[in-house]
Nanobody
């Protein structure tokens, strides 16, 4: 059974940066696509970015040009580098493993 451990959330001022990490247990990490989603208070969970097993990436329009998703298969870890953060990026960020597993979530708060 895959388990995901997230880290890197926190409080940052508008315009700042944060990097989220998600480390997966289990085997064959490199064979699976991974993603980041987020959920703001009172809103539905939404896709932020995905990365395929081949390293192909996809971003929500709202984060294109500001966020970068990457993976290190040797460390079973996927990253989300978030730059030029805005108050509307405030949410709980969840890592997703294509085996159907979600992380516990990490809070990102961007102050204006």
């Amino acid at each position: 059974q895959v388990q995901l451990v997230e880290s890197g959330g926190g409080l940052v001022q508008s315009g700042g940066s944060l990097r989220l990490s998600c480390t997966a247990s289990g085997r064959n990490f490199r064979a699976y696509g991974m993603g980041w989603h987020r959920q703001a208070p009172g809103k539905q969970r939404e896709l932020v970015a995905t990365i395929s097993s081949a390293g192909n990436t996809h971003y929500a329009d709202s984060v294109k040009g500001r966020f970068i998703i990457s993976r290190d298969n040797a460390k079973n870890t996927v990253y989300l580098q978030m730059n030029s953060l805005k108050p509307e990026d405030t949410a709980v960020y969840y890592c997703y493993h294509n085996a159907g597993v979600w992380g516990q979530g990490t809070q990102v708060t961007v102050s204006s």
